[in-house]
């Protein structure tokens, strides 16, 4: 069993950086690509792709809307994955996760269908 754990969400203003990091839980986790998502509220809104690291770290694919901006990465010593997100923008207001792939899976997955644990979520809000 795998448990993902997101910290470092926080108030900051447009222009600012800022690092999230997600801690794990369980022997597996070496074993999986990990990613990050991000969600707005309102009906039907879907959890959106961030980017995503391959188990051993080497590969990195990004979304269009934060490509450039946005760095992930992991160090499998601490269990533990990073998002550095420069330039933020008000647009990138969200909650943030980061979740583990399923293992059946290839790499880049982008739908939220491909992950099978979570974490709870860490609030990102960026003021203009």
């Known amino acids: 069993q795998l448990d993902l754990v997101e910290s470092g969400g926080r108030l900051v203003q447009a222009g600012d950086s800022l690092g999230l990091s997600c801690l794990a839980s369980?022997?597996?986790?070496?074993?999986?690509?990990m990613a990050w998502f991000r969600q707005t509220p309102g009906p039907g809104k879907e959890r959106e792709f961030v980017g995503v690291v391959s188990w051993n770290g080497y590969r990195t694919h990004y979304s269009d809307s934060v490509k450039g901006r946005f760095t992930i990465s992991r160090d499998n010593a601490k269990n533990t994955i990073y998002l550095q997100m420069n330039s933020l923008k008000p647009e990138d207001t969200a909650v943030y996760y980061c979740?583990?792939?399923?293992?059946?899976?290839?790499?880049?997955?982008?739908?939220?269908?491909?992950?099978?644990?979570w974490g709870q979520g860490t609030q990102v809000t960026v003021s203009s």
């Open positions: 979740a583990a792939v399923l293992l059946d899976r290839g790499f880049p997955s982008r739908h939220p269908s491909s992950y099978g644990t």
């Open positions: 369980g022997r597996t986790f070496k074993s999986h690509d």
